[in-house]
Nanobody, 115 residues
Framework: QVQLVESGGGLVQPGGSLRLSCAASRINFSVREIDWYRQAPGKQRELVATITTAGDTNYADSVKGRFTISRDNAKNTVYLQMNSLKPEDTAVYYC?????????WGKGTLVTLSS
């Protein structure tokens, strides 16, 4: 079974930076598109960023120019570099992929913005 494990969340001040990691196992990682989603308190889960197998990226308008998604196929890991963080970025961040027609999610990592 595919496993996705997120890490790197924490408490950060507005304007600060964090780098999230998503380590994948039991998956043919290099041929899988990987996404980062987030869910803020009381809100629906939303797509934040996507990276394809070719390394092409897409971002939600709310994070364009601030967040960067990247992947290291040798380490089976996807990263989300988050800069210029805002209070509205507070959320649980989840890694996601599709394998064999099934959706797989990690358990999430919490990012909290607090001054």
């Amino acid at each position: 079974q595919v496993q996705l494990v997120e890490s790197g969340g924490g408490l950060v001040q507005p304007g600060g930076s964090l780098r999230l990691s998503c380590a994948a196992s039991r998956i043919n990682f290099s041929v899988r598109e990987i996404d980062w989603y987030r869910q803020a308190p009381g809100k629906q889960r939303e797509l934040v960023a996507t990276i394809t197998t070719a390394g092409d990226t897409n971002y939600a308008d709310s994070v364009k120019g601030r967040f960067t998604i990247s992947r290291d196929n040798a380490k089976n890991t996807v990263y989300l570099q988050m800069n210029s963080l805002k209070p509205e970025d507070t959320a649980v961040y989840y890694c996601h992929t599709l394998e064999g027609g099934m959706n797989y999610w990690g358990k999430g990592t919490l990012v909290t913005l607090s001054s």
